[in-house]
């Protein structure tokens, strides 16, 4: 058996040797892979990538990235930009910073009507190199 036990807190002076502590660098890549792969969105992973190395690099993975351009802003799939992270805040950055820091009627005046229940939904940017 030998592997490790859990024990109560008020059980815990019944163990001869105290508990091993262990790091995050002791965690094995496909398990840290596995917590990466369930992160959600975007600024999730930028925090993720801050706490050392091994998760930056983990956070960094293009798959995650791709996955975050389709759904997040239509991209297609067929895309093959040179890093779907860059695309993504690329995308990100135009859509608020540009887009959506212009007011609704300054946005929709650039648009043709097609009737009175039209309007602006969104749209995803996608540059192939």
Request: aromatic residues 8%; proline residues 6%.
């Amino acid at each position: 058996m030998g592997g490790p036990i859990i024990v109560h807190p008020l059980h815990g002076h019944t163990l001869r040797a105290g508990p091993e502590v262990r790091t995050l660098e002791e965690v094995p890549q496909d398990v840290l892979q596995l917590i990466v792969s369930r992160v959600m969105t975007a600024q999730e992973l930028c925090v993720l990538q801050c706490v050392n190395k091994r998760c930056r690099d983990a956070a960094g993975a293009d798959e995650l990235w791709k996955r975050l351009c389709i759904s997040r802003f239509a991209v297609p799939e067929s895309c093959s930009p040179p890093s779907w992270k860059q695309l993504y805040r690329f995308n990100y950055e135009f859509l608020y910073k540009v887009l959506l820091s212009r007011s609704a009627e300054q946005l929709s005046s650039g648009f043709p009507r097609y009737g009175s229940g039209a309007r602006f939904v969104g749209m995803g940017i996608a540059i192939n190199a």
